[in-house]
């Protein structure tokens, strides 16, 4: 795997260097888009629509348009805000971890150890499996600040996105303001069905039949012949950037934070 970003979880004084890594990968097989032809490669370009020009990537910039006004945006602009310089997954506050609704959830990452001791990344994984609390934290990723969720997975710190509050569109349907009746007997015999279906959940049991059947349909193709010059058809793809982070002697930073705390509370 491939780090995509390297900073540090912070909360109090305590500093855990870390690397950040994509959890997920999709498994869908790479279709692109041809001429059916002649099988040739159906390729977008980017035209201004003022002087009918293609304008190459480096060239284009964002906009922002509310109806009355265009604003550009240009990368000078995005690279210039505070958020996007800061290298830190800030510690916001622990909460019980059955309060995050599953609903929030969005992209999920692994993060790494990034200094030759570990002590400090092993003591906060251990603090959140033993007070059963997840970390909410605030960081920047890719020009946007991000909302998550720390918690552990296999002995691993996870960071896993979550949508903000006024991302999640509300539930409003007419058809439920009724509320249909439902007998004792209808709910006995659903809760029977519920219970002939019951098992532990085995993720690796599950398999995309669509994908699979997709393989096979182009395996087959590619036994019988009918297939075109990859080479001719095909383009090539881009990497990404790094950077990094240090500790503080660990019981110092504790004691510190546990003060710092405390004095905060005192004073309101």
């Not at 059955?98 to 692994?110: C, G, N, R, V």
């Not at 997975?153 to 006024?166: G, N, S």
């Not at 349907?173 to 019951?198: C, H, I, N, R």
């Not at 699979?212 to 090539?236: C, H, N, P, W, Y």
């Amino acid at each position: 795997m491939r780090a995509i970003w390297k900073g540090a979880v912070t909360f109090g004084l305590v500093n855990v260097p870390v690397k950040l890594y994509s959890a997920t990968e999709g498994h869908d097989v790479p279709l692109h888009q041809v001429h059916d032809a002649d099988g040739g490669r159906i390729r977008y370009r980017r035209i201004c629509e003022l002087d009918g020009e293609e304008v190459p990537y480096e060239h284009i910039d964002r906009a922002y348009d509310d109806g009355e006004h265009t604003v550009v945006v240009t990368r000078d602009d995005l690279a210039a805000l505070p958020a996007e310089k800061d290298r830190e997954i800030g510690v916001v506050e622990f909460v019980p971890s059955d309060q995050i609704d599953p609903i929030m959830l969005d992209k999920t990452y692994y993060l790494e150890p990034d200094s030759k001791s570990t002590k400090a990344y092993v003591l906060l994984r251990r603090t959140l499996e033993e007070t059963e609390r997840t970390a909410i934290v605030k960081f920047a990723l890719r020009q946007r600040t991000r909302l998550a969720a720390l918690r552990v997975r296999d002995e691993v710190l996870v960071l896993q996105t979550l949508l903000w509050a006024d991302e999640i569109r509300e539930a409003s349907f007419g058809s439920l303001d009724e509320p249909a009746a439902v007998t004792d007997q209808e709910l006995k015999m659903s809760a029977q069905l519920v219970t002939s279906f019951e098992s532990d959940f085995a993720p690796e049991d599950y398999t995309d039949e669509y994908q699979a059947q997709l393989r096979a349909l182009i395996d087959a193709k590619i036994e019988q012949g009918d297939v075109i010059d990859t080479e001719a058809t095909f383009g090539e793809a881009a990497a990404e950037k790094e950077e990094g982070g240090k500790v503080i002697d660990l019981m110092e930073a504790l004691k510190r934070s546990v003060d710092q705390a405390k004095k905060e509370r005192r004073t309101g």
